[in-house]
């Protein structure tokens, strides 16, 4: 219990120091959103001051980020100076989406992954060996942002894929059968790119976990013992395999989601990816720093979860 | 090994102490360990002091205590006039040249990307003395000295064997002219022959240079062949100190004794060097 | 061995497309703002050795596109007259290594006449001149900003691992905080806290500073690592004994120890962040125009007509695989060599 305790208070405290260093950030930006407002010879200074008073752009930064935090924990994420609505239910939705998109990526990632990786491992000394060697080599030096385009490509090019969005635009009378069916087909693309950016990594870790174990004595007593192979990888490589993997899992959540960024915004998904962009070439201040923080919350969050599991499916770590 | 010591004392301890705080591995407490404490000791010039005890930080904590690369927690060392715990940062650095250390590993003790020229010289760069020419030559000087083939003067340690690398480091210390070596476990590492040819080295330069040494060691039989004078540790503790003949003829302390009675007698050990000796 | 001839090809891979990038102004037939607005989005020019009526002529040459009256996208090739490829053309003039003026290209055809390997952009400006100025920019970005990163990682590692303590935990916590964030948000994040209208110099430089600082953490984890252990050693302790300080045996003693990992860092760094600088003016946080950068040219990949009917833009994609592949075969070999000396 004192693992988990500690790795809780850990995490929170990593999710406060990542709040105040976006929001110092953005304070110690030169200028603000009220520059353009500035720059408009119709406004006069006085009202733009005021704008300012009332925004609260003139405390200092201490005192601004207290009011912020206390008003985050409150829920209330600040107000977006572009889309003149408050920032929470605004990220919420694209939260959701993001959330969505990386939730099956990750899930066609590992599904995959795992017993190609196995697979790869047990049959590592034959000529299938090389050739998948050589392929998830050259699927990981390509740079995420070629792979997007080009998928956006073959979708352009082929028609076999909507090339963004989320739903198609006709929804009267959907029945929910027919609106899931055209939720998958556009998640189908960004999911797909996802999952292949992260697939060769995690390949490559399962591989080397697995081809760990299965030299490991113990296994090798075990086939001794005349137990048949699916008994075999089930329970006794996996479990031990599975430890490192549990940390991997971790890990991907971080690339994942740096990935999304760039698949929602070249696939259009309307997500987080998107959001952030727009916030950042209008310097919406608390966008910036609510999508800041809640990225950084599903990372953390992700590496506790992954924490727990470890916690759960290991016993030695529970007699520390 | 030497002639007795001429009587000034130039290394002086009183009331030396050191303790370390460690934390146990699962609880994180942490608790205090006693290194050594309330040592006292006064080494003569030109003498060879012995310091033997059981395998254990206590001598080799005070080893690097007493070769100033450790500050003791209580107690003053004096050496010659200063007192080196009181001394400042300036005066530290020059005192540096007057105490040196022999590790046990020589392998270890020396950088493996250095050549053996710029292993003997980096004292004398660090201290900023000489130009860079003459440091070369001082340190072939001093190659030559310990025995070693000055055409290995662009060789790195690992091209060395492992009793010529403890010669390098030998070299090495002797860069600055110290006056007292201190030769923590020295020869530890070596085998009998290099042993004793190491021995043989130390001895000529003891004579030649009027070298103190301080020599810690756990294995009595060297000690027996080499000490003027031979203190015993025991559980961070002195427990016993007297000159090298009385001490093996009368020891007082129930642990010295325990030690002396485990070493093989003194004619045994005489007669295997008489065996290894080349005939 | 294996390694060392793929390490050898991967080297002579890179060496060639940098002087190709750095000589941008001697391979590219045009300058990378040289539009011709008569021929937006025009293919890449094919090359010839037939004409029309059918007689061979050695020297390659090129036809004038002219607008399809019938198709506002496409073009059409006017086959009366002829533009011979020639080698050592003089062209626009330019500055090698910005300072010798000159104005030989390497190849070009006689105006009217366009030889647009790449095909040609939204303003008619040749693709493959902006992807070799282009390069000038990323690459540059690149390796400026892992030059920073390094320096940065090694300073922190280094000060971390050497003093330990609390200085080395509050490091080391401010790194897990760089790390616990995914990078691109992070960078999103710090380039929003830079102003917008400035000139394109400083952009450039507050991209290289923005992307180098903050991926200091792993390497100054690493260092750090090789640090804590290189401190401990008896040659470290002797060299102490002889008045050393600290800074010298961080120099001479503690740091070279390090090399190796320094090395893979920065073969797995440049690449990286000629990526970041990419993606961000791809995004439009970077340089703009009419400075071309890789990201630049990509970006207009974004719009669906493009995509859907001028396949050639998506070329200097193509074209950049083979330079990342040859980057992380270079990583790859280096880690190899560096596990087999340092046993």
Known sequence: MKFLARRTLHAALLLVGVSFFSFALLQWAPGDFLDELRLNPQISKQTVEALRGEYGLNESLPVRYERWLFAAAKGDLGFSLAYKSPVGPLIAVRARNTLVLTGTAMLLAWTLAIPLGIWTAVNRRGWTNRIFGAATSTLLTIPDLLLFLGLLLLAVRTGWFPAGGMFSDATDGATFLSHAKDLLAHLFLPAAGLAIVSLPVLMRHVRSAAIEVLDAPFVRAARGHGIPRWRLLFRYVLPVAANPLISLFGFSIATMLSASLLAEVILSWPGLGPLLLEATLSRDIYVVVATVLLSATFLVVGNLVSDLLLYAADPRIRVE | MSAAGQGEVLLRVRGLGKSYVQRREFTREKFQVH????????????????????????????????????????GEIWIETKDVTKASRAELFELRRKVQLIFQDATAALNGRFTAAEIIAEPMRIQGLFGAAQRRERAMELMEQVGLPLAGAKKLPREWSGGQRQRLAIARALALEPSVLILDEALANLDLSNQEMILRLLADLQARRGLTYIYISHDLRLVALIADEIAVMHEGRIVEESGAAEFFAQPRNSYARDLIRAMPPLETILRERLQEEPA | MRGNRKLGAALVFLAAFHAAILLAGFFAPYGFATQDRELPFAPPTRIHFVDATGQWHARPFVYVLASDP????????????????????????????????????????????????????????????????????????????????????????????????????????????????????????????????????????????????????????????????????????????FGASDLYLMRRHVLPEAYGVILTQITLLVPQYILAEVTLTFLGLGVGEPMPSWGSLLASLQQYYVLATYWWMFLPALLLIPLFLAFYAAADAIQERLKTVAL
């Not at chain 2, 003569?44 to 005070?62: D, P, Y």
């Not at chain 3, 090739?77 to 020639?86: K, N």
């Not at chain 3, 080395?168 to 806290?193: Q, T």
Request: proline share 4%.
């Open chain 2, 35 to 74: 290194a050594f404490e309330g040592i006292e000791l006064a080494v003569q010039r030109g003498a060879t002091f012995a310091i033997v005890g059981e395998s254990g930080a206590g001598k080799s904590s005070l080893a690097r205590c007493l070769a100033l690369l450790e500050r003791p927690d209580c």
């Open chain 3, 70 to 241: 019938a198709n506002p996208n496409a073009y059409v090739a006017d086959t009366t007259t002829r533009y011979p490829l020639h080698l050592f053309v003089a062209g626009e003039p330019y500055k090698i290594a910005g300072m010798l003026p000159t104005r030989t290209h390497l190849f070009g055809v006689a105006e009217p006449g366009r030889i647009f390997l790449l095909g040609s952009d939204a303003f008619g400006r040749d693709q493959l001149s902006r992807f070799l100025y282009g390069g000038q920019l990323s690459l540059m970005a690149g390796l400026l900003a892992a030059v920073l990163t390094l320096a940065a990682g090694i300073a922190i590692g280094g000060v971390a691992g050497f003093y330990g303590g609390w200085i080395d935990d509050l490091l080391m916590r401010g790194g897990e905080l760089f790390l616990a964030l995914p990078w691109l948000y992070l960078l999103f994040a710090v380039r929003a806290a830079m102003p917008l209208h400035v000139s394109q110099a400083q952009v450039f430089l507050l991209l290289v500073a923005v992307v180098g600082l903050i991926g200091w953490a792993r390497p100054a984890r690493l260092v750090r690592g090789i640090v804590l252990s290189a401190k401990e050693r008896n040659s470290v302790l002797a060299a102490r004994g």
